[in-house]
Structures are given as structure tokens and as C-alpha cells.
């Protein structure tokens, strides 16, 4: 149990320094090109934090561990919304651009719906709820579709600002391949840090008997949520809130998108009823959060908020073990 313990330690270090590097690198990368912050947190940031859930589901897929599959991506999901923006309103509220509001969080919303559709359709053709290889691939359709639209938006703003890019970007001292460098080397480290947080903690719940299940949406999935806490809270700290919020929604989308269309094209995902509950859980959260930014101070998650996010993930996760 000691060295358990040690080696979680161990792990949640190599996040911090990973995160640090990761978002040292990426600022420096939408600085030097005029890149947005919140488009390197919807792409760059997050495919590297979510690293983690698609170990996770390419290894558990390949063992036929579709419970874990599900519960780290829907766990995650929930963790990233309601735990961890939760957590960076109470240390700083957080603005909220207007991209994010009218465009990323319905997307994020209208994913989840169409997912428990996508189960719920299954029971009309079988006795389960189920994510085939079909649904894998409507899904890592819509995740193509959905990450190259910003690119795309991105590319042809700097396009059309290409004279001034180029005459503040001889002004700014920014190297490069030493940026390109930390963002590798800080996906690294979340990674092993993740994998020494998530493979201990699970030896330990293991001892404990826990179902698989249960390990998935809590453990697994607060586990594989550690890289996304880690580089939100740096970027709060930091006061870099679009990169971090961008990492947060970005990695939602993603991990419903991406995470489940891998696990589904390599097995199909069974689902429980159980489940079903977790991810309108997940449709009421998303909901509620974006309706937040109408009520009181527009745009943003103040700390009052912020202790909202917190009390609605401690009710959820108290529901998961009751």
C-alpha cells in the first residue's frame, strides 16, 4: 500500500512539471504565430491531455474492458466540468469568450445527446444498449468535422494577417523548436504521470473490491482527468483562463467523440442502465453550465458558480456509490 502511495506522489509531481512545460511551450507557440489561445487549448493542449483516456481505451478495448472504456470517458467528462472548472472559478473566476459559449459547449452538449441516442436506438433492434463499429465511425467522423473547423477558421485569419504576423513576430524573442520541445516533453510527463496516478490508485481500489465500473467513473476517470486539472490550474495561475477553458471543453469533446469512436471500431461498447444515468448526468451538467454564463455576471463562472460545480460533483459522485 506504501508504494502505492509513493508512486501516486510521485505521479501527481510529474503532472505539475508536465503541465508547466506544456503550457509554457503552447503560449509561446500561439504567441509567436498570433495563434489563439483557446484554439491551442481546443487542439494542441487538449489531444495532449486526453493522451491518457486513449491509452487507457486502446488497452482496455483490446482486453475487452468496455466498462472502463465508458466510465473513464463519461468520468472524465464530468470531472473536467463540473470538478475541475469547479476548482479554477474558486481560485479565479473564469471568463468565458463568446465562441466558446455559442459554439464548443452546445457542440459538447448535442455530442451527449446524440450518444444516448445512439444507446437508446439499439434497444428498438436488441435486449442492450450498445455503441457499434458503425456508431465509432459517425463519431470519429464528427470529431474530424468538429477539430478541423477552428483549424481551418485559424488558418485563414492568419492568412489574412500574414504582413502584420510577420513584422510582430520578428519582435517577439520566442524560440520555436525550444517551445515544440516543452509541448513533447510536458505531453510525456502527463502521461507517465497519469499512467503512475491511474495504475496505483486502481491497485489500491482494487484491494478494496471495487466494481469495474465504479473504478472507471471514479478513479480512472479523476485519474485521467490529473493532466487536464493539472494545466487548467497552472493556466489559471498563470492567468492564461482561454487555454485552459479551451483545454477543458476541447478534451470534453474529444474524449465523447474520439475516446468512445476508438473503443467502438476496435469492440463494440455495451452500456447498462447505470451508465445511461451517468450521461444525462453529464447532459444536465453541460446544460447547466452554459446556462450559468446568462445568470448573474454574464460570461463568466464566478466563484459562487464555481461552488455550485463543486456541490453538483459531490452529490454525483456520492449517487455513484449509494
Excluded at 51 to 61: H, Q, V
Excluded at 193 to 208: K, R, S
Excluded at 247 to 263: E, P, Y
Aim: proline share 2%; net charge neutral; charged share 15%.
Amino acid at each position: 500500500m506504501l508504494v502505492y502511495i509513493t508512486m501516486i506522489i510521485i505521479g501527481f509531481v510529474l503532472l505539475v512539471i508536465g503541465a508547466d512545460l506544456l503550457i509554457k511551450g503552447a503560449s509561446n507557440v500561439a504567441k509567436k504565430f498570433k495563434i489563439s489561445e483557446t484554439l491551442i487549448g481546443l487542439t494542441i493542449v487538449a489531444l495532449g491531455t486526453s493522451a491518457p483516456e486513449l491509452i487507457i481505451t486502446i488497452t482496455s478495448a483490446s482486453q475487452g474492458a468496455t466498462d472502463l472504456i465508458i466510465g473513464n470517458a463519461v468520468g472524465s467528462n464530468l470531472c473536467n466540468i463540473l470538478l475541475i472548472l469547479g476548482i479554477m472559478s474558486i481560485i479565479r473566476p473564469v471568463e468565458l469568450e463568446k465562441e466558446i459559449i455559442k459554439l464548443h459547449l452546445p457542440i459538447s452538449l448535442f455530442v451527449a445527446i446524440i450518444i444516448l441516442g445512439m444507446e437508446l436506438s439499439t434497444v428498438l433492434m436488441s435486449q442492450r444498449m450498445i455503441l457499434d463499429r458503425l456508431d465509432g465511425m459517425i463519431l470519429i467522423t464528427l470529431f474530424a468535422i468538429y477539430f478541423s473547423y477552428p483549424v481551418f477558421s485559424e488558418i485563414k485569419n492568419i492568412i489574412n494577417t500574414n504582413k502584420e504576423i510577420k513584422k510582430s513576430s520578428d519582435k517577439e524573442n520566442i524560440n520555436v523548436f525550444l517551445s515544440i520541445f516543452y509541448i513533447i516533453i510536458g505531453v510525456v510527463l502527463l502521461k507517465y504521470g497519469g499512467d503512475f496516478v491511474v495504475d496505483n490508485a486502481t491497485n489500491i481500489a482494487q484491494e478494496f473490491h471495487l466494481p469495474e465500473r465504479v473504478i472507471g467513473l471514479t478513479i480512472i476517470a479523476i485519474g485521467t482527468a490529473m493532466p487536464e486539472f493539472a494545466t487548467s490550474i497552472v493556466a489559471v495561475i498563470k492567468k492564461d483562463t482561454s487555454l485552459a477553458v479551451g483545454n477543458l471543453v476541447g478534451s470534453c469533446v474529444l474524449n465523447l467523440l474520439l475516446i468512445l469512436s476508438v473503443g467502438a471500431i476496435i469492440t463494440p461498447l455495451s452500456f447498462s442502465e447505470e451508465f445511461n444515468n451517468n450521461i444525462i448526468w453529464l447532459i444536465i451538467s453541460t446544460m447547466i453550465i452554459w446556462l450559468l454564463n446568462f445568470v448573474g455576471k454574464k460570461n463568466t463562472i464566478t466563484r459562487f458558480k464555481g461552488f455550485i460545480l463543486l456541490a453538483m460533483f459531490s452529490i454525483y459522485f456520492i449517487e455513484l456509490f449509494i
